[in-house]
């Protein structure tokens, strides 16, 4: 009776020992497919913001040339008057034609 008492302590520590070992493994998978994904959102939130800061960028850029033209009217409208066709009077308007 002792024997067997023994041999059944044995065998619940075994199955004990595999179950703990189950459980730990899948917790180890679990952990591994959970940072998988964290890596896949990182990743996409790098990109999102590259492509924020080139439009921040982009932004700036035009609010600089903005400012550029509100610090300076008159030269910004004698620009757009030439483009139009129009010129101040008295100044003389050159046009390129192609040689023939």
């Given at each position: 009776m002792a024997a067997r008492k023994t041999r059944d302590r044995k065998q619940t520590k075994?199955?004990?020992n595999l179950i703990l070992r189950i459980a730990v493994l899948l917790l180890v998978v679990y952990v591994g497919i959970?940072?998988?994904?964290?890596?896949?959102?990182?990743n996409a939130q790098k990109q999102k913001q590259a492509a924020l800061d080139a439009a921040i960028a982009e932004q700036a850029l035009m609010v600089s040339d903005m400012q550029e033209k509100v610090s300076?009217?008159?030269?910004?409208?004698?620009?757009?008057?030439?483009?139009?066709?129009?010129?101040?009077?008295?100044?003389?308007?050159y046009k390129e034609?192609?040689?023939?």
């Open positions: 075994k199955r004990r959970t940072l998988i994904q964290l890596q896949g959102d990182v300076n009217p008159q030269e910004y409208l004698e620009q757009k008057a030439l483009e139009a066709g129009n010129a101040a009077p008295g100044s003389q308007v034609s192609t040689g023939g």
